[in-house]
Nanobody
């Protein structure tokens, strides 16, 4: 069992940056693939980025590649999402998620993740 709590959302201007953080508690985070997903109003939840249990492998959606960076600190049980060059299309509720084990090539599948945070809102103005 793992609990996830996101923080760091808010309002940014286009071209700006925000940093999201997710704190995990419960079972050791090194047992989990950690990911970020987002959902905009009226749209399906979509994959943003993921990082393998020991941090050696990351995966990004094409829409954020080169702008967003995912990182994890297993000593602190946290995962972060640094978001740069934001644009209005990045506006969404962002969710942290955990998948037990190494999800490998399935890390972009929401169905792989059994644990979810409550979400944090990111709004980007033009």
């Amino acid at each position: 069992q793992v609990q996830l709590v996101e923080s760091g959302g808010g309002l940014a201007q286009a071209g700006g940056s925000l940093r999201l953080s997710c704190a995990a508690s419960g079972r050791t985070s090194t047992s989990y693939t950690l990911g970020w997903f987002r959902q905009a109003p009226g749209k399906d939840r979509e994959f943003v980025a993921s990082v393998s249990p020991r941090g050696g492998r990351t995966l990004y959606a094409d829409s954020v590649k080169g702008r967003f960076t995912i990182s994890r600190d297993n000593a602190k049980n946290t995962v972060a999402l640094q978001m740069n060059v934001l644009n209005p299309e990045d506006t969404a509720n962002y969710y942290c998620a955990a998948s037990y084990g190494d999800a490998e090539w399935r890390a972009s599948w929401a169905s792989e993740y059994g644990y979810w945070g409550q979400g944090t809102q990111v709004t980007v103005s033009s």
